[in-house]
């Protein structure tokens, strides 16, 4: 999670960290990373949800302006709580 968050502050205009995370997600952690940023002159906010299964990594991720946030955050969690690794992982490698 660090890794991203450093390169999200290399490449976001006026990047800040919000909250990050360790959650547990049916059964796995999951890194939690919220950053609110500048993009054309509007103020954005920016989650990252990372899994990480031996050597495969998803992350799942979601920007809104920061004055919808409010509406979105619960959507964003849903679609996290949705998301399953294995299942990705399984139709990947049956092409």
Do not use: K, N
Request: glycine content about 6%.
């Amino acid at each position: 999670q660090a890794r991203l968050r450093d390169e999200l502050t290399e490449i976001l205009e006026w990047p800040e960290t919000e909250d990050t995370d360790v959650l547990d997600l049916a059964g796995h952690d999951v890194s939690y990373l919220r950053i609110s940023h500048q993009a054309a002159g509007h103020s954005l906010v920016t989650e990252l949800w990372t899994w990480v299964l031996g050597d495969e990594e998803w992350t799942v991720t979601g920007t809104v302006s920061l004055e919808a946030y409010p509406t979105f955050c619960d959507v964003f969690e849903s679609i996290a709580d949705a998301f399953s690794p294995e299942e990705v992982s399984q139709r990947r490698r049956a092409g």
